[in-house]
């Protein structure tokens, strides 16, 4: 091991699949001679070769609840510095205010930031543009997965921060994969196997343009169903079942609005035939 010690801290983990990234990123420091601990919501397996600290990082609104949020972030960091931990590294969404307070409590235990900004289209809104370049400022590293975030986010930022900004492409998380029986999870979804899938994995937005795979489907062949599977963040479900239903696909497309463990995600991979994520 080297002597960079570098501590991942993450709020988020499990709740909306990080722990698969905070994993593969762990593992890729490591074997890049790095000491590295995860501070998150989940658990490990004997195959990760890093140390973590479990915390429950639980998000619900309320004074007590933020509080306790703030508590466990501020436990977090206080582990990493008895530690010896010199480089914190934390995942931004939204760059609201939570993200900010978060950047501030690393910031007074003089650690070193690397920032790893995801959704760019949530950061890009001009009212938040000021909170995004504080966040840049404030850190030492800056990175997102590929030109078009890179080329977004320089339109907010300061010129003298912008050489702080690396793209690094996005991992594939293939070992979060366990293949399924394709029979056995057509019967857990209710769904039938005889039937071939395309699946629409993952947090619903508006980027995502599942308006258009759903238009699309009037056009595959009726032996082919689609799956819609995760979360909605910023699309009315109400409207995308009046979209189904106008183009006469009702059952046709399987809606599984809401999260999705990984064992379930497992059985989804293994009964479709393709995934299909038409992005914007």
Do not use: W
């Not at 995004?132 to 078009?148: A, R, T």
Request: glycine letters at 4%; one cysteine or more; proline letters at 1%.
């Amino acid at each position: 091991m080297s002597d960079l010690k570098i501590a991942i801290i993450d709020p988020v983990g499990k709740k909306a699949g990080l722990d698969h990234y905070d994993t593969s990123l762990a593992n890729a420091l490591i074997k890049n001679s790095c000491n590295v601990k995860v501070f998150s919501n989940y658990d490990t397996n004997h195959k990760d070769h890093f140390t973590r600290n479990h915390f429950s990082f639980t998000f619900h609104k309320g004074f007590f609840e933020f509080l306790s949020l703030i508590r466990e972030f501020v436990s977090a960091l206080k582990i990493a510095r008895k530690e010896k931990s010199e480089i914190v590294i934390l995942h931004i969404f939204h760059s609201n205010f939570i993200d900010y307070l978060f950047i501030l409590l690393v910031k007074n235990f003089n650690f070193r930031i690397c920032l790893i900004i995801h959704d760019i289209e949530s950061l890009i809104h001009q009212e938040r543009k000021s909170r995004i370049n504080n966040c840049v400022k404030l850190s030492e590293f800056v990175v997102v997965h590929n030109s078009f975030s890179y080329e977004e986010l320089v339109k907010k930022i300061s010129r003298e921060e912008i050489n702080k900004i690396s793209v690094i492409p996005h991992g594939n998380f293939t070992e979060a994969y366990k293949e399924e029986s394709r029979d056995e999870s057509a019967l857990y979804f209710n769904l039938d196997k005889k039937k071939k899938y395309i699946l629409f994995f993952g947090m619903l937005k508006k980027t995502k343009g599942l308006d258009i795979l759903i238009e699309a489907m009037k056009d595959v062949e009726p032996g082919v169903d689609l799956i819609i599977a995760g979360r909605a963040r910023d699309i009315s479900i109400v409207h995308i079942e009046k979209l189904i239903e106008s183009l006469e696909l009702t059952g046709r497309i399987h809606l599984f609005i809401r999260y999705l463990a990984n064992e379930e995600r497992s059985k989804l991979f293994s009964l479709c035939e393709s995934i299909v994520l038409p992005y914007r």
